[in-house]
């Protein structure tokens, strides 16, 4: 067991797609200027958001993007004071901020991407110049270069989505635990070397920043060919390079996200709502994950420790350079989180916490109770086509 483990991190290590050096960035500054700089239009989906909304929207309306540039926020039948804070904000902006009320949800539509159809159709009858959608989340603030160097990275390479991850929060004890872990898992899923590799089949996005040509959008039939994804960034990405899209998604600099996780109820709940769909609602992968994450990060510190206690010698260095090989794989996401290089040894002790959770999105399934977001209940069997 403690020869498999090593194996598995030798690998992750060399042969899956380099995901654990955090070498996908965004330089701010573009290498050189596009020829022209084509419209872009924000849509921002935004349901009580109210504590966040007003930074988000003045992040995007104070980019410094030297074509033209616009914002839709679309209330999807917020609640709370969402609506009221961003009004202030449009009654300054009159020609470059639209609030959009949201309509009912229809069947077969998740909430984010109803929203994002209705802010991309208004968007395409009052902007027809619009070449490219900027697909933002509520939560999420940019410094003002950031759309500068998304564009820039489009034109220049020819990219027709490109997405940044948000730099998450991690300042408290729960965060940075799990979050850097979380970083570290979303990556090797979906190694971003391979991503943004146009001959490999693996599609990425972190849907909390995309940048998508409209060309490439009406390309897959827009937004509502993707109408059901509960993991609509990277069921969008899949779909644009199944295409012949070409994709680029790495690590942010400058953006990043407000929202905060002082407790583990709302890390948690945001893997189970998902973490099951990402398994294909499969029992035999399901299992599969199960096994595999014990093996190559739970056996090799428990190894490690029965072979002090037997004193076997053989499996305690087998399983002690397992765990410097994970460790050593974890560190470039802890730098990159700017934590102490020692918490890369809490891998093991968050992958327990991330196999707990990936069990209880299963459970929920089975027992009928599906994913929950923001007040709605998508049902036990959400799957896109």
Known sequence: MAIIALLAWVYLLLLHGRFWLCSERLPLSPASDPPRWPAVTAVVPARNEEETIAATVESLLHQDYPGPLSVVLVDDRSTDATRQRAAALAEE??????????????????????ALQQGIAHATQENPATEFFLLCDADIVHTPDTLRALVGKAESDRRDLVSLMAKLNC????????IPAFVFFFQMLYPFPRANDPRSETAAAAGGCVLISRAALEGIGGIGAIRGALIDDCTLAREVKRSGGRLWVGLAEGTRSLRAYGRLEPIWMMVTRSAFTQLRYSALIFLGTVLGMALVFLAPPLLLLGALIQDDA??????????????????????????????????????????????????RHWWGSGSRWKGRDYGPRRVSS
């Open 171 to 178: 300042e408290t004890a729960w965060e940075r635990l799990l």
């Open 93 to 114: 902006n009159v020609s470059r901020l639209t609030i959009l009320a949201g309509e009912p949800l229809p069947a077969g539509w998740s909430g984010k991407l109803w």
């Open 314 to 363: 053989r499996t305690a260095a087998l399983a002690l350079l397992a765990c410097l090989l994970m460790s050593a794989a974890y560190l470039p996401t802890i730098r990159y989180y700017q934590q102490r290089a020692a918490l890369a040894l809490s891998l093991p002790l968050a992958s327990l916490l991330y196999l707990a959770m990936t069990i209880d999105s299963a459970r």
